[in-house]
Every structure is written in C-alpha cells, then in structure tokens.
C-alpha cells in the first residue's frame, strides 16, 4: 500500500496552533494516521463533494481531501464542531 503525502492549507495550520496543547497531539497523530490509511473507520464523506471527508477527533473536525491520483492528502480545515462547517 503507498503512503499519501499529507499538505496542509495555511488556514488549517493556523487553527491547529490555535488548539490547547493536550489536544493538539491527539490532531497530530490523527492526521498523520491518514497518510497510511486515507479513509480510516469513522471518516465520513461529505454529502454533495467529490473526494472530501472528515473525520472526528474529540470535538474538533478534520475536513481533508483525497487525490488519489496523486497519493496526496490536502487537509482543508481543522476546527472545533460547531464551527468547522461554515
């Protein structure tokens, strides 16, 4: 099985340094996770988009898309539930 490069957009790395340090690691590992498997247990994909998922990490929300073309993960957005979405 090939490994995805993972990217991250600039918004996305910004909300991370933003997350309180216990959880942050817990982002990290997530995402980094993805890199092997991109569509893990859990991942949901979104109603009404091509290739882009989420996946829960507490209550944060990880939204990424999947170029499989490629092998590359580009994680669109990080954020807290209720405002991930908008």
Known sequence: MAKYELLISQS????L????KKDISRVTVVIEKLAIDPRPQGCRKLSGEVDIY????GVYRII??????LLRILILKIGHRKD???
């Open 54 to 57: 989420r996946i829960r990490v």
């Open 12 to 15: 996305a790395e910004k909300t």
């Open 84 to 86: 991930v979405y908008r």
């Open 64 to 69: 990424y898309e999947i170029e499989n073309q």
């Open 17 to 20: 340094k933003r997350i309180p």
